[in-house]
């Protein structure tokens, strides 16, 4: 009867154990393997939020861990230049804590806004 109840309580402990471990919500973490400076994407998001990229980040993005900068968040398609050319690129979030947007557009951008290359 005893070996019994034992049995069970070990049951239950060991049922409650793994249903915790599986529930439990990992961190994800972007690192430099070089100088070892790590940053939580949770951070990163903060960071993000708290910058001039708030208000152009995509909400269907999924953030990427560019280990030699640091998290990369997709922006936002926005029409930026007379004409339509259409703007998007990265919210970068650097390992030392800071943010900086990185456009990169796409169609014909009118010449008032191409840099002048001399012949």
Known sequence: MIATIVIIVLAIILITSIVLIQTKPTEKYCDNTKTGIKMSLSEAKTIAENSECTGHLAKDGEPFCNQDIGWEFVLKVES???GGSECGGVCRIYL??????AR???GDIPPCYQQIQSP
Not at 96 to 101: E, Q
Request: charged residues 15%; contains cysteine.
């Open 104 to 106: 990169m557009c796409f």
């Open 80 to 82: 930026s230049f007379p």
């Open 96 to 101: 030392n804590k800071t943010a900086k947007v």
